[in-house]
């Protein structure tokens, strides 16, 4: 059974850190596009990063840009992101999500992706 776990939120204060891990199962991430969103409390869930399956390239939501960082670990079948300089407003459940499919880009479309994570609270306090 394919599955996708997230873990690492929590509640922290402005200007903080936490690191996102989406662990895969029943599949090897190699040949699959990652990417994180969220989706705060009636807002729509908007794409945050993704990277590549064939070359790791990266994109990020202009509002995490400087902040965020996308990484994988494939020996490890799992994805990161590291959220740094935290304001309020990234407070959300941040989800993963694959996409399978073997190529150097990847997109923030929650349309693009086939496999969901359950989510992971992040609250930042002011």
């Known amino acids: 059974q394919l599955q996708l776990v997230e873990s690492g939120g929590g509640l922290v204060q402005t200007g903080g850190s936490l690191r996102l891990s989406c662990a895969a199962s029943g599949f090897t991430l190699d040949y699959y596009a990652i990417g994180w969103f969220r989706q705060a409390p009636g807002k729509e869930r908007e794409g945050v990063s993704c990277i590549s399956s064939s070359d790791g390239s990266t994109d990020y939501a202009d509002s995490v840009k400087g902040r965020f960082t996308i990484s994988r670990d494939n020996a490890k079948n799992t994805v990161y992101l590291q959220m740094n300089s935290l304001k309020p407003e990234d407070t959300a459940v941040y989800y993963c999500?694959?996409?399978?499919?073997?190529?150097?880009?990847?997109?923030?479309?929650?349309?693009?992706?086939?496999?969901w994570g359950q989510g992971t609270q992040v609250t930042v306090s002011s």
């Open positions: 999500a694959a996409e399978n499919v073997f190529r150097r880009t990847c997109g923030l479309g929650s349309w693009e992706y086939d496999y």
